[in-house]
């Protein structure tokens, strides 16, 4: 049975790749569907049994693109689609098989964008050729599992940045071929590789060429900025190399006459030296620990220092799309990014002398800290809110309660009252660089910060009010009477809340991570596009506490668990779980069912590349009214974002463009991104067909 599965999925993968080729008429044998590529001898297949083990189709000037299910051809263990036009600079697709790929040639193309993570996963590829493309940006970490890759050919792209480490891991490599990039920084990285051939010309690369790579017969350097003086000296207290002068009559090494030191004077120093550093060493252990003793003192007394200094840079404001009426799928671009700094250190880290630490005043921290938001009265909130009356409770989350709050002016806002437990402010300095740093977010599907509040020792955000409510309460809330949301909404929250990630991991700097990505932190307006609110607040805690502190029961990435550590790989496993939630209708965690069903992804998983099951898990409340392909598409997405090893997840760029590619296969009409609920939800699929 699994071999009959395995042989369905690699026609209906190559019936795609036949489509996604502009079912080109120079294939011959090809179809769009069905058919026998092994038993029926289709142009550049060979097969071994009934698995299609080879893809040559180099130089037939094919078009178009790869295949999004390319994974589904298990056997696959070469794939040559060089010297065509294929890309049309799109990204490569992400989904390429991985099991048995050995070599992998997509040379002489027009991908653009960045290479694709899914390389990371091909333990057994041996030769990669991406020649002459226009890929471009920094390369990603991909190459650390790749043990076996002999041959690798970047050559001729608009590649940037430095090597990644990755690079000394390619114990196999014999050839390398970089020249023609726009690659910087140094070439240390590859010192030590077993190369033979080495071609890195015409690049910015500087520094020095390691000694090791001037032994390698085909070497090309030519066209960098190469340091012409001495190389470095070694570092401090590394003794030089000895000199090579031979053995003098008697036998013995020569030292150089009266201006050589002799062996045992040497080792005399060297004792001498660590007597000194011991003596040394043990003083300065006594004084630090008086000096611990005083700083945790101090520090009990001092205000705790949020997650960014105070310089945080400026950056242009992006004003919120207030009629956001299509999604715009030709555009990847994101807004500018906001520079946010890392914590600074607070006063009691700093080293001190004992006389100046007992006789020097501190000096407190200056709030200077740029903000752009309003300040709202705690009386004007109150007035709003109708003294926070539970009547205007709207929800309630990890950081506190929310309230719906009327102006007088008639504007509808969301009040934000922060929960002293869980983020515990020392000062209105902490607080204010907190609103200093979330104020700087600015993207269409995050929920922004209008104004705040810091009277009388309340910390309240204001935010804008979305009158359809979260994500969440839509789809496991709502009663017999509300509308269901229809398929081509559910893909179009799920691509804006990828892009809203997409902007707090690749485009802010540093990268944010989000922590508590959930359904319920997910706001729609009155056209279901998606606003995601907290972002930013997370970072203020601690992992541990924060942990401590949330409650999203089936969002949580396993090693967040086993770790307690939190990084952009748990979000984009976080963000897996709400497209599960969107496909199926599902809580991630439910106690009601039965228990084998209890935890939605241990449930959907092994279900999610089963077409029959897969049709079984969807949403009832859609009543068959959605397309099957881009089910299907959508289900292979978030399969690898629930990955449980957080290494094979794709970045959420990755995500973004494989939705919108999703959204352009299915030929999606700007009257269906415009959201227009008026329509019948069967009119709205036609669109998809």
Known sequence: MALILARLYAVAALNTLFTSLNSPGQLKGWQANGGDPCGESWQGITCSGAGVTAIKLSNLGLSGNL?????????????????????????????LPTIKLERLNLAGNQFGGNIPYSIFSMSNLKYLNLNHNQLQGNMTDVFSNLYSLSTLDLSFNSLTGDLPQSFTGLSSLKQLYLQNNQFTGYINVLANLPLNDLNVANNRFTGWIPSQLKKINSLQTDGNSWSTGPAPPPPPYTAPPPPNRGPDQNGSSNSGGKSGISGGAIAGIIIS??????????????????????????????PFTSFASNEVKDVPYM???????????????????????????IASHKSFDDDDFLNKPVAK???TIPIKATVYSVADLQMATDSFNFDNLVGEGTFGRVYRAQFNDGKVLAIKKLDSTVMPFQSSDDFAELISNISKLHHPNLNELVGYCMEHGQHLLVYDFHRNGSLHDLLHLSDEYSKPLSWN?????????ARALEYLHEICSPSIVHKNFKSSNILLDS?????????GLASFIPDAEFQAAEQSAGYTAPEVDMTGQYTLKSDVYSFGVVMLELLTGRRPFDSSRPRSEQSL?????????DIDALDRMVDPALKGLYPAKSLSRFADVLALCVQPEPEFRPPMSEVVQALVRLVQRANMTKRMLDGDTSRRADDQDQDFI
């Open 489 to 497: 909404s559910r893909v179009k929250i799920a691509l804006g809340s």
């Open 319 to 345: 004003k919120p799309i207030e009629e956001p009426t299509t999604i715009d799928i030709e555009s990847l671009a994101s807004p500018a990014s906001v520079s946010l700094k890392p914590p600074s250190k």
């Open 527 to 535: 056209e279901f596009n998606p606003h995601l609110s907290d972002a």
């Open 67 to 95: 295949a999004y299910n390319m994974n589904n051809l298990g056997s696959l263990v070469e794939l040559d689609m060089s010297q065509n036009s294929l890309g049309g600079g799109n990204q490569i697709e992400y989904n």
């Open 365 to 367: 921290k200056s709030n």
């Open 601 to 609: 992804v241990r449930w959907a998983t092994p279900q999610l590349h």
């Open 273 to 302: 030296l660590l007597v000194v550093g011991a003596v040394v060493a043990f003083f300065m252990i006594k004084r630090r620990k008086r000096k611990s003793a005083r700083a945790a003192h101090f520090e009990q007394h001092q």
